[in-house]
C-alpha cells in the first residue's frame, strides 16, 4: 500500500504556518488562470474579457464551495453555529466549487457582460472546461497531502497503510470524528490494513485518465462545448461511485449529498452531449465553432 505521511508544513511565525495544501490550491488556482488566458487568446477570445470573467468564477466557486459544503454535510453543525457559514476558508467541496465557478459565469454575463452573445459566452465557457481538468489535478494533490478525504478501512493496493502509528492515530481520529469509532478492529489488526484516500484517487484518475484524453481530444476541432460535456461524462460517473467510500458524509436514503448532485449533473451533460453530436444541432465550423 502507499506509506502515510502527515501534511508537509513550514512554520513561519506566531501563528502563522503555511501548509502543503494550500501550497497547492494557490498553485492550482494559478496554472487554471494561465491555461483559460492562454487558451481564449489561442482561440481569438478577448484576454481581458477573459480575466474579468475569471475573477468571478473563482470568487464564486470558493464561497459556494464552502456553503455547499456546510449546508450538505455539515447541517446540524451548521444549525448549531451558523458563524461557521462565514468561516469561508474552512469546510470546502470541490463539487460545490464546480457549481459555483458556474454560477461566477453566469452573473458576470447576465450582469457585466450582457452585451455578450450566446455563442461566444459558450467559447469562454469551454475553454475554461479544457483547462480545468491540469488545474483538479493539482488541486486533488493538495487533498493527496492533506488526507482531507479519508475513507472507509480496505486492504486495497492503491490504499493508504495504515502500518504506522501516525496513521493510525489519523484514521482513529477521523473515526471518532464520524461516530463510528467502534468500528475500528484492533490495532494489530489495523496495521495490516489501510483507508480509501479518495482525493488520491481523483488526483490518479485526473492524471493519468483526463488529462491524457483530454490532450488527445483536443487535436482535432470540437464545437463548442464540447470539453464542458467531455469533462461531467468522465469525471462524474468516477466521482458517484467513489462516494460510497467516503467514511464521514451525511447520507440520505443511502446517498451523500454529492451523488444527488451528481446524478442530476450528469443526466444535464449527457444531454448537453446529444445537443452536440451531429445529429443533435448544426455541424461545426472552423475551428470547432458552432456554424
Not at 498553485?27 to 482561440?43: D, E, N, P, Q
Not at 496495521?191 to 488526483?203: K, P, S, T, V
Given at each position: 500500500?502507499?506509506?502515510?505521511?502527515?501534511?508537509?508544513?513550514?512554520?513561519?511565525?506566531?501563528?502563522?504556518?503555511?501548509?502543503a495544501?494550500?501550497?497547492?490550491?494557490?498553485?492550482?488556482?494559478?496554472?487554471?488562470?494561465?491555461?483559460?488566458?492562454?487558451?481564449?487568446?489561442?482561440?481569438?477570445?478577448?484576454?481581458?474579457?477573459?480575466?474579468?470573467?475569471?475573477?468571478?468564477?473563482?470568487?464564486?466557486?470558493?464561497?459556494?464551495?464552502?456553503?455547499y459544503?456546510?449546508?450538505?454535510?455539515?447541517?446540524?453543525?451548521?444549525?448549531?453555529?451558523?458563524?461557521?457559514?462565514?468561516?469561508?476558508?474552512?469546510?470546502?467541496?470541490?463539487?460545490?466549487?464546480?457549481?459555483?465557478?458556474?454560477?461566477?459565469?453566469?452573473?458576470?454575463?447576465?450582469?457585466?457582460?450582457?452585451?455578450?452573445?450566446?455563442?461566444?459566452?459558450?467559447?469562454?465557457?469551454?475553454?475554461i472546461?479544457?483547462?480545468?481538468?491540469?488545474?483538479?489535478?493539482?488541486?486533488?494533490?493538495?487533498?493527496t497531502?492533506?488526507?482531507?478525504?479519508?475513507?472507509?478501512?480496505?486492504?486495497?493496493?492503491?490504499a493508504?497503510?495504515?502500518?504506522?502509528?501516525q496513521?493510525?492515530?489519523?484514521?482513529?481520529?477521523?473515526?471518532?470524528?464520524?461516530?463510528?469509532?467502534?468500528?475500528?478492529?484492533?490495532?494489530?489488526?489495523?496495521?495490516?490494513?489501510?483507508?480509501?484516500?479518495?482525493?488520491?484517487?481523483?488526483?490518479?484518475?485526473?492524471?493519468?485518465?483526463?488529462?491524457?484524453?483530454?490532450?488527445?481530444?483536443?487535436?482535432?476541432?470540437?464545437?463548442?462545448?464540447?470539453?464542458?460535456?467531455?469533462?461531467?461524462?468522465?469525471?462524474?460517473?468516477?466521482?458517484?461511485?467513489?462516494?460510497?467510500?467516503?467514511?464521514?458524509?451525511?447520507?440520505?436514503?443511502?446517498?451523500?449529498?454529492?451523488?444527488?448532485?451528481?446524478?442530476?449533473?450528469?443526466?444535464?451533460?449527457?444531454?448537453?452531449?446529444?445537443?452536440?453530436?451531429?445529429?443533435?444541432?448544426?455541424?461545426?465550423?472552423?475551428?470547432?465553432?458552432?456554424?
Amino acid at each position: 500500500m502507499v506509506p502515510y505521511f502527515p501534511q508537509p508544513q513550514f512554520h513561519l511565525f506566531g501563528p502563522v504556518t503555511i501548509h502543503a495544501f494550500g501550497v497547492l490550491v494557490a498553485a492550482s488556482v494559478i496554472t487554471g488562470w494561465k491555461l483559460v488566458v492562454g487558451r481564449c487568446r489561442r482561440k481569438g477570445l478577448d484576454a481581458e474579457l477573459c480575466e474579468d470573467l475569471l475573477v468571478y468564477v473563482f470568487c464564486t466557486g470558493f464561497l459556494v464551495a464552502h456553503l455547499y459544503s456546510v449546508i450538505a454535510y455539515f447541517p446540524r453543525e451548521a444549525w448549531k453555529d451558523p458563524v461557521i457559514l462565514l468561516r469561508v476558508w474552512e469546510n470546502i467541496s470541490s463539487f460545490g466549487g464546480i457549481l459555483g465557478g458556474v454560477l461566477g459565469l453566469w452573473l458576470f454575463f447576465r450582469f457585466i457582460r450582457r452585451e455578450t452573445g450566446a455563442a461566444r459566452r459558450l467559447q469562454y465557457l469551454d475553454a475554461i472546461a479544457y483547462a480545468f481538468p491540469f488545474a483538479w489535478a493539482i488541486g486533488r494533490l493538495g487533498c493527496t497531502v492533506a488526507h482531507d478525504h479519508p475513507g472507509v478501512l480496505t486492504s486495497f493496493p492503491l490504499a493508504v497503510s495504515l502500518n504506522s502509528a501516525q496513521a493510525q492515530a489519523y484514521i482513529a481520529s477521523a473515526y471518532q470524528g464520524a461516530g463510528r469509532f467502534a468500528e475500528l478492529p484492533p490495532a494489530a489488526e489495523l496495521r495490516n490494513l489501510g483507508f480509501h484516500d479518495l482525493g488520491w484517487y481523483e488526483f490518479l484518475y485526473t492524471l493519468l485518465v483526463i488529462v491524457p484524453v483530454f490532450l488527445l481530444l483536443d487535436r482535432k476541432p470540437h464545437r463548442d462545448g464540447f470539453f464542458v460535456a467531455a469533462f461531467l461524462l468522465l469525471y462524474l460517473p468516477v466521482r458517484f461511485f467513489l462516494d460510497f467510500l467516503r467514511l464521514s458524509d451525511a447520507r440520505y436514503h443511502g446517498l451523500t449529498p454529492g451523488q444527488y448532485a451528481v446524478a442530476a449533473v450528469f443526466l444535464g451533460a449527457l444531454l448537453w452531449a446529444a445537443a452536440l453530436s451531429p445529429r443533435g444541432g448544426r455541424s461545426a465550423g472552423p475551428g470547432g465553432a458552432s456554424a
